[in-house]
Protein backbone atom coordinates (compact mmCIF):
# COMPACT_ATOMS: atom_id res chain seq x y z
CA UNK A 1 0.00 0.00 0.00
CA UNK A 2 1.04 3.45 -0.47
CA UNK A 3 0.97 7.10 0.34
CA UNK A 4 -0.22 9.61 -3.00
CA UNK A 5 1.31 12.81 -3.09
CA UNK A 6 1.04 14.61 -6.00
CA UNK A 7 3.63 17.12 -7.88
CA UNK A 8 3.38 20.66 -6.34
CA UNK A 9 4.99 24.18 -7.20
CA UNK A 10 5.99 27.02 -5.43
CA UNK A 11 4.63 30.46 -5.71
CA UNK A 12 5.69 33.67 -4.61
CA UNK A 13 2.10 35.22 -4.86
CA UNK A 14 0.59 32.31 -1.78
CA UNK A 15 1.80 31.17 1.19
CA UNK A 16 0.46 27.51 0.02
CA UNK A 17 3.16 25.22 1.16
CA UNK A 18 0.77 22.28 -0.66
CA UNK A 19 1.81 17.94 0.28
CA UNK A 20 3.55 16.67 -3.03
CA UNK A 21 6.52 16.25 -5.16
CA UNK A 22 8.45 19.93 -5.24
CA UNK A 23 10.15 19.96 -8.44
CA UNK A 24 12.58 22.18 -7.34
CA UNK A 25 14.33 24.86 -8.97
CA UNK A 26 18.25 24.92 -10.45
CA UNK A 27 18.80 28.58 -8.65
CA UNK A 28 16.94 27.82 -5.30
CA UNK A 29 14.53 29.38 -3.58
CA UNK A 30 15.79 32.87 -4.44
CA UNK A 31 14.41 32.31 -8.27
CA UNK A 32 11.10 30.97 -7.34
CA UNK A 33 10.86 34.16 -4.78
CA UNK A 34 13.02 37.16 -5.51
CA UNK A 35 12.31 38.81 -2.52
CA UNK A 36 14.05 35.86 -0.32
CA UNK A 37 17.21 38.47 -0.11
CA UNK A 38 19.10 39.63 3.38
CA UNK A 39 16.87 43.51 3.24
CA UNK A 40 14.13 41.49 3.46
CA UNK A 41 15.27 39.33 5.92
CA UNK A 42 15.06 40.10 10.01
CA UNK A 43 19.00 40.69 11.28
CA UNK A 44 20.96 37.53 12.41
CA UNK A 45 18.09 35.38 11.09
CA UNK A 46 18.83 33.05 8.67
CA UNK A 47 15.83 31.47 6.38
CA UNK A 48 16.98 29.08 3.58
CA UNK A 49 20.25 29.72 3.94
CA UNK A 50 20.08 33.59 3.32
CA UNK A 51 21.63 35.43 6.41
CA UNK A 52 18.86 38.56 7.72
CA UNK A 53 20.31 42.33 7.34
CA UNK A 54 17.15 44.02 7.76
CA UNK A 55 16.55 45.75 11.65
CA UNK A 56 13.11 45.82 12.47
CA UNK A 57 11.36 48.81 14.60
CA UNK A 58 8.98 47.08 17.25
CA UNK A 59 6.41 49.11 18.22
CA UNK A 60 5.73 49.59 21.94
CA UNK A 61 2.90 47.66 23.35
CA UNK A 62 -0.61 49.72 24.15
CA UNK A 63 0.12 51.59 27.72
CA UNK A 64 -1.32 50.45 30.76
CA UNK A 65 -2.86 52.97 33.34
CA UNK A 66 -1.74 51.27 36.59
CA UNK A 67 -3.04 52.88 39.90
CA UNK A 68 -1.95 51.38 42.86
CA UNK A 69 -4.13 51.23 46.05
CA UNK A 70 -3.70 53.79 48.97
CA UNK A 71 -2.48 51.66 51.85
CA UNK A 72 -1.47 52.99 55.38
CA UNK A 73 1.94 52.56 56.63
CA UNK A 74 4.49 53.28 59.10
CA UNK A 75 6.61 56.45 58.29
CA UNK A 76 10.09 56.56 59.61
CA UNK A 77 11.87 59.88 60.50
CA UNK A 78 15.49 59.65 61.26
CA UNK A 79 17.42 62.52 62.59
CA UNK A 80 21.04 63.86 62.91
CA UNK A 81 21.93 62.18 65.81
CA UNK A 82 20.14 58.96 64.63
CA UNK A 83 17.00 58.99 66.68
CA UNK A 84 14.13 57.35 65.19
CA UNK A 85 10.45 58.03 65.64
CA UNK A 86 7.66 56.59 63.73
CA UNK A 87 4.39 57.94 62.88
CA UNK A 88 1.31 56.25 60.66
CA UNK A 89 0.71 57.81 57.52
CA UNK A 90 -1.70 57.07 54.65
CA UNK A 91 0.45 56.46 51.92
CA UNK A 92 -0.90 57.39 48.24
CA UNK A 93 0.87 56.44 45.77
CA UNK A 94 1.57 58.55 42.56
CA UNK A 95 -0.71 56.51 39.62
CA UNK A 96 1.87 55.15 36.79
CA UNK A 97 2.00 54.46 33.53
CA UNK A 98 3.53 51.31 32.31
CA UNK A 99 4.14 49.58 29.46
CA UNK A 100 1.88 46.40 28.89
CA UNK A 101 4.01 43.29 29.02
CA UNK A 102 2.85 39.69 27.75
CA UNK A 103 4.97 36.76 28.63
CA UNK A 104 4.29 33.85 25.98
CA UNK A 105 5.14 30.30 27.23
CA UNK A 106 6.55 28.36 24.51
CA UNK A 107 5.20 25.02 24.94
CA UNK A 108 4.32 21.68 23.29
CA UNK A 109 0.81 21.48 24.38
CA UNK A 110 0.46 18.10 22.02
CA UNK A 111 0.53 14.50 23.42
CA UNK A 112 0.62 11.59 22.32
CA UNK A 113 -0.33 8.34 24.44
CA UNK A 114 -0.28 4.68 24.00
CA UNK A 115 -3.24 3.14 25.33
CA UNK A 116 -3.24 -0.38 26.86
CA UNK A 117 -7.39 0.03 27.55
CA UNK A 118 -6.85 -1.39 31.38
CA UNK A 119 -5.68 -0.44 34.25
CA UNK A 120 -4.52 3.28 33.23
CA UNK A 121 -0.80 2.92 34.94
CA UNK A 122 -0.13 0.99 31.73
CA UNK A 123 -0.89 4.31 29.42
CA UNK A 124 2.58 5.55 28.32
CA UNK A 125 2.80 9.12 27.10
CA UNK A 126 5.24 9.61 24.29
CA UNK A 127 6.18 13.59 24.14
CA UNK A 128 9.33 12.64 22.25
CA UNK A 129 7.03 10.97 19.21
CA UNK A 130 8.18 13.91 17.14
CA UNK A 131 10.27 13.16 14.45
CA UNK A 132 10.09 12.03 10.76
CA UNK A 133 12.00 8.83 9.53
CA UNK A 134 15.52 10.09 8.12
CA UNK A 135 15.66 11.03 4.60
CA UNK A 136 19.55 10.47 3.56
CA UNK A 137 19.12 10.10 -0.42
CA UNK A 138 16.29 11.79 -2.56
CA UNK A 139 15.66 11.93 -6.09
CA UNK A 140 12.49 13.38 -6.57
CA UNK A 141 12.87 16.48 -9.53
CA UNK A 142 12.87 16.74 -13.28
CA UNK A 143 10.67 13.45 -14.57
CA UNK A 144 10.30 13.81 -18.00
CA UNK A 145 9.85 9.86 -18.87
CA UNK A 146 9.24 6.83 -17.56
CA UNK A 147 10.76 3.09 -17.06
CA UNK A 148 8.66 -0.05 -17.95
CA UNK A 149 9.41 -3.19 -15.27
CA UNK A 150 7.79 -6.02 -15.88
CA UNK A 151 8.15 -9.78 -14.40
CA UNK A 152 11.53 -9.93 -16.92
CA UNK A 153 12.69 -6.56 -17.12
CA UNK A 154 13.98 -5.18 -13.89
CA UNK A 155 14.50 -1.69 -13.32
CA UNK A 156 17.05 -0.36 -10.54
CA UNK A 157 18.42 3.22 -9.06
CA UNK A 158 21.44 2.95 -6.93
CA UNK A 159 22.31 5.03 -4.61
CA UNK A 160 25.05 6.19 -2.03
CA UNK A 161 24.11 6.48 1.31
CA UNK A 162 25.91 9.80 2.93
CA UNK A 163 25.35 7.94 6.74
CA UNK A 164 25.66 4.94 7.74
CA UNK A 165 21.73 4.38 9.16
CA UNK A 166 18.98 1.22 8.61
CA UNK A 167 16.65 1.76 6.00
CA UNK A 168 13.07 1.41 6.56
CA UNK A 169 11.53 2.11 3.36
CA UNK A 170 11.83 3.87 -0.25
CA UNK A 171 9.97 6.51 -1.76
CA UNK A 172 8.77 5.56 -5.74
CA UNK A 173 7.12 8.00 -8.72
CA UNK A 174 5.08 4.36 -9.82
CA UNK A 175 2.05 4.21 -12.48
CA UNK A 176 0.72 2.01 -14.39
CA UNK A 177 -2.44 -0.27 -14.90
CA UNK A 178 -3.19 -4.50 -14.49
CA UNK A 179 -0.38 -4.42 -12.84
CA UNK A 180 0.19 -7.17 -10.21
CA UNK A 181 2.06 -7.32 -6.88
CA UNK A 182 5.35 -5.14 -7.22
CA UNK A 183 8.18 -5.75 -4.93
CA UNK A 184 11.12 -3.52 -3.95
CA UNK A 185 14.25 -4.74 -2.50
CA UNK A 186 17.71 -3.19 -1.31
CA UNK A 187 20.62 -5.18 -3.25
CA UNK A 188 24.42 -4.46 -2.94
CA UNK A 189 26.66 -3.25 -5.86
CA UNK A 190 29.77 -4.62 -7.71
CA UNK A 191 31.07 -1.96 -10.36
CA UNK A 192 27.78 0.38 -9.96
CA UNK A 193 25.50 -3.10 -10.26
CA UNK A 194 23.34 -4.91 -8.50
CA UNK A 195 24.63 -8.12 -6.90
CA UNK A 196 23.90 -10.76 -4.92
CA UNK A 197 20.21 -11.42 -3.54
CA UNK A 198 17.77 -9.11 -1.59
CA UNK A 199 19.07 -7.60 1.64
CA UNK A 200 15.69 -6.47 2.93
CA UNK A 201 12.22 -6.21 0.64
CA UNK A 202 8.76 -4.93 0.90
CA UNK A 203 5.63 -5.60 -1.56
CA UNK A 204 2.85 -2.84 -2.85
CA UNK A 205 -0.36 -4.42 -4.35
CA UNK A 206 -0.18 -2.94 -8.07
CA UNK A 207 -4.10 -2.48 -7.87
CA UNK A 208 -3.60 0.47 -5.57
CA UNK A 209 -1.71 2.20 -7.59
CA UNK A 210 -2.68 4.99 -10.58
CA UNK A 211 -3.11 3.50 -13.76
CA UNK A 212 -1.73 6.91 -15.66
CA UNK A 213 0.55 9.07 -14.72
CA UNK A 214 -0.83 11.94 -12.42
CA UNK A 215 2.29 13.19 -9.92
CA UNK A 216 1.63 10.68 -6.97
CA UNK A 217 4.46 8.81 -5.35
CA UNK A 218 4.52 5.75 -3.37
CA UNK A 219 5.67 4.79 -0.05
CA UNK A 220 7.06 1.22 0.13
CA UNK A 221 8.22 -0.57 3.87
CA UNK A 222 11.17 -2.62 3.72
CA UNK A 223 10.16 -3.81 7.25
CA UNK A 224 13.16 -4.36 9.75
CA UNK A 225 15.22 -2.91 6.85
CA UNK A 226 19.30 -3.48 6.49
CA UNK A 227 21.82 -1.13 7.75
CA UNK A 228 23.58 0.72 5.07
CA UNK A 229 27.46 2.03 5.37
CA UNK A 230 27.87 5.59 4.28
CA UNK A 231 30.36 5.90 1.18
CA UNK A 232 28.68 2.16 -0.07
CA UNK A 233 26.61 1.73 -3.21
CA UNK A 234 23.59 0.05 -2.81
CA UNK A 235 20.18 -0.27 -5.93
CA UNK A 236 17.23 -0.29 -5.06
CA UNK A 237 15.76 -2.91 -7.44
CA UNK A 238 12.10 -3.40 -8.29
CA UNK A 239 10.10 -5.80 -10.70
CA UNK A 240 6.65 -6.81 -11.28
CA UNK A 241 4.49 -10.21 -10.68
CA UNK A 242 2.53 -9.40 -13.85
CA UNK A 243 1.68 -6.21 -15.93
CA UNK A 244 3.68 -3.10 -17.15
CA UNK A 245 4.65 -1.09 -14.20
CA UNK A 246 5.97 2.59 -15.10
CA UNK A 247 8.40 4.08 -13.23
CA UNK A 248 9.53 7.58 -13.85
CA UNK A 249 12.55 8.62 -14.92
CA UNK A 250 14.67 11.99 -15.25
CA UNK A 251 17.93 12.85 -17.93
CA UNK A 252 21.07 12.65 -15.36
CA UNK A 253 21.37 14.93 -12.15
CA UNK A 254 21.85 12.29 -9.32
CA UNK A 255 25.55 12.39 -8.48
CA UNK A 256 25.57 9.41 -6.07
CA UNK A 257 24.16 6.66 -8.44
CA UNK A 258 22.25 6.19 -11.56
CA UNK A 259 19.91 3.80 -13.47
CA UNK A 260 20.46 0.54 -14.51
CA UNK A 261 18.78 -2.77 -16.54
CA UNK A 262 17.70 -6.05 -16.66
CA UNK A 263 16.52 -7.91 -18.99
CA UNK A 264 16.18 -11.33 -17.40
CA UNK A 265 14.88 -11.07 -14.13
CA UNK A 266 18.12 -9.63 -12.77
CA UNK A 267 20.55 -12.45 -13.82
CA UNK A 268 22.80 -9.46 -15.65
CA UNK A 269 22.70 -5.58 -15.69
CA UNK A 270 23.83 -2.82 -17.61
CA UNK A 271 23.94 0.92 -16.35
CA UNK A 272 22.96 3.94 -17.70
CA UNK A 273 24.69 7.13 -16.41
CA UNK A 274 22.36 9.30 -18.94
CA UNK A 275 19.14 8.76 -16.68
CA UNK A 276 17.62 8.52 -12.95
CA UNK A 277 15.02 7.25 -11.58
CA UNK A 278 12.73 8.72 -9.17
CA UNK A 279 13.22 7.37 -5.66
CA UNK A 280 13.98 8.42 -1.60
CA UNK A 281 15.20 6.44 0.75
CA UNK A 282 14.64 6.81 4.27
CA UNK A 283 15.96 5.24 7.53
CA UNK A 284 15.41 4.12 10.84
CA UNK A 285 13.91 6.29 13.79
CA UNK A 286 14.93 6.01 17.12
CA UNK A 287 11.36 7.60 18.00
CA UNK A 288 9.38 5.40 16.76
CA UNK A 289 6.01 4.58 18.77
CA UNK A 290 3.78 1.29 18.38
CA UNK A 291 0.20 2.13 17.07
CA UNK A 292 -1.01 -0.64 19.12
CA UNK A 293 0.02 -2.55 22.16
CA UNK A 294 1.26 -6.00 21.81
CA UNK A 295 -0.51 -7.81 21.85
CA UNK A 296 -3.31 -5.66 21.22
CA UNK A 297 -7.08 -6.36 21.97
CA UNK A 298 -10.67 -4.44 21.53
CA UNK A 299 -10.70 -1.18 23.44
CA UNK A 300 -6.61 -0.41 23.22
CA UNK A 301 -5.29 2.58 21.04
CA UNK A 302 -3.84 5.61 20.59
CA UNK A 303 -4.72 8.58 21.89
CA UNK A 304 -3.71 11.91 20.15
CA UNK A 305 -4.40 15.42 22.50
CA UNK A 306 -4.33 19.13 22.32
CA UNK A 307 -5.02 22.16 24.46
CA UNK A 308 -7.16 23.75 21.25
CA UNK A 309 -9.78 21.44 18.95
CA UNK A 310 -8.00 20.27 15.74
CA UNK A 311 -9.55 19.02 12.15
CA UNK A 312 -6.92 16.36 11.30
CA UNK A 313 -4.07 14.66 12.12
CA UNK A 314 -0.75 13.70 10.16
CA UNK A 315 0.84 10.57 11.04
CA UNK A 316 4.05 8.60 9.35
CA UNK A 317 3.71 4.90 9.67
CA UNK A 318 7.23 3.92 9.60
CA UNK A 319 6.23 -0.05 9.89
CA UNK A 320 2.58 -0.92 8.37
CA UNK A 321 0.55 -3.38 10.66
CA UNK A 322 -0.30 -7.16 9.30
CA UNK A 323 -3.48 -8.66 10.99
CA UNK A 324 -7.07 -8.84 11.28
CA UNK A 325 -8.50 -5.85 13.13
CA UNK A 326 -10.11 -2.47 12.51
CA UNK A 327 -9.41 1.24 14.05
CA UNK A 328 -11.81 3.70 14.20
CA UNK A 329 -11.33 7.32 15.15
CA UNK A 330 -13.40 8.36 18.64
CA UNK A 331 -13.58 12.11 20.00
CA UNK A 332 -15.03 12.32 23.65
CA UNK A 333 -18.04 14.40 24.41
CA UNK A 334 -18.22 14.71 27.99
CA UNK A 335 -19.60 11.49 28.68
CA UNK A 336 -18.30 8.85 26.04
CA UNK A 337 -15.92 8.28 23.59
CA UNK A 338 -18.15 8.33 20.25
CA UNK A 339 -17.31 8.01 16.36
CA UNK A 340 -15.69 11.02 14.68
CA UNK A 341 -17.09 11.88 11.18
CA UNK A 342 -14.46 11.45 8.73
CA UNK A 343 -13.87 13.26 5.60
CA UNK A 344 -14.73 11.23 2.44
CA UNK A 345 -11.21 10.02 2.17
CA UNK A 346 -11.49 8.23 5.02
CA UNK A 347 -8.87 6.36 7.02
CA UNK A 348 -5.62 7.02 4.55
CA UNK A 349 -3.46 4.93 6.57
CA UNK A 350 -6.10 1.84 6.47
CA UNK A 351 -6.13 1.20 10.21
CA UNK A 352 -2.19 1.73 9.89
CA UNK A 353 -1.85 -0.80 7.12
CA UNK A 354 -0.21 1.34 5.15
CA UNK A 355 3.12 2.35 5.26
CA UNK A 356 4.44 6.44 4.91
CA UNK A 357 2.95 9.69 5.74
CA UNK A 358 -1.18 9.91 6.21
CA UNK A 359 -3.66 12.50 6.93
CA UNK A 360 -6.48 11.69 8.72
CA UNK A 361 -9.38 14.16 7.75
CA UNK A 362 -12.47 14.69 10.21
CA UNK A 363 -15.64 17.14 11.09
CA UNK A 364 -14.58 18.57 14.26
CA UNK A 365 -17.41 17.46 16.37
CA UNK A 366 -19.90 20.64 17.75
CA UNK A 367 -19.76 18.68 21.03
CA UNK A 368 -16.15 17.87 21.50
CA UNK A 369 -15.17 18.36 25.55
CA UNK A 370 -12.03 18.08 27.15
CA UNK A 371 -11.09 15.36 29.28
CA UNK A 372 -8.22 14.32 31.54
CA UNK A 373 -5.75 11.39 30.75
CA UNK A 374 -2.65 10.72 32.49
CA UNK A 375 -3.30 14.66 34.25
CA UNK A 376 -3.42 16.16 30.50
CA UNK A 377 -6.90 17.81 30.20
CA UNK A 378 -7.02 18.03 26.65
CA UNK A 379 -9.07 17.30 23.51
CA UNK A 380 -8.17 13.98 22.38
CA UNK A 381 -9.15 12.11 19.60
CA UNK A 382 -8.40 8.16 19.71
CA UNK A 383 -7.15 5.49 17.22
CA UNK A 384 -9.51 2.69 18.84
CA UNK A 385 -9.14 -1.24 18.16
CA UNK A 386 -12.96 -2.02 17.56
CA UNK A 387 -12.52 -5.20 15.82
CA UNK A 388 -9.66 -7.98 16.18
CA UNK A 389 -8.64 -11.16 14.93
CA UNK A 390 -5.40 -11.00 14.82
CA UNK A 391 -2.23 -8.69 14.34
CA UNK A 392 1.07 -10.84 13.16
CA UNK A 393 2.92 -7.21 12.27
CA UNK A 394 2.68 -4.40 14.97
CA UNK A 395 1.90 -0.89 13.63
CA UNK A 396 5.00 1.22 14.25
CA UNK A 397 4.89 5.49 13.98
CA UNK A 398 7.34 7.64 13.39
CA UNK A 399 5.49 10.88 13.98
CA UNK A 400 2.49 12.18 14.66
CA UNK A 401 0.81 15.81 13.93
CA UNK A 402 -1.84 17.56 14.68
CA UNK A 403 -3.57 20.72 12.65
CA UNK A 404 -6.52 22.80 13.03
CA UNK A 405 -8.20 25.57 9.91
Known amino acids: MGLLIPIRSLSPDSSNYPAGIHKGHPAGLPAVDPDLL????????????VLGSMVIWQAQA????????????????????????????????????SQAATLATVSNPER?????????????VTTHANSDPVIDQS????????????????????????????????????????????????????GGLPTGGDL??????????????????????LGAGTALTAGTVYAIVVRAASGTLNWRSSAAGYDRGNKCSSTNSGASWTADANRELLFQEFG?????VPAT???TAVGDGLYIGNSTPFDYVDVWVNQAGIGTYTITWKYYNGVSWLPLTLSSDGDRSNSWKRPGRHTIFFYRPVDWATTSILTYALYWVKAEVTAYTSQATQPILGRVWIGAY
Open 284 to 288: DNSLD
Open 38 to 49: PDNIKWNTTIFG
Open 139 to 190: WLQNDDNQEAVTSTTWKAMTFTPATNHTIRGVRLALYGSSVGSITVSIRATS
Open 112 to 124: TVLHDDAPPTDTE
Open 62 to 97: KPILSIAVPTIQVQAAVNASEGKAATPGLSCPVPGI
Open 293 to 295: PSP
Open 200 to 221: CSGTLDGSQISGTFDGKVYDIS
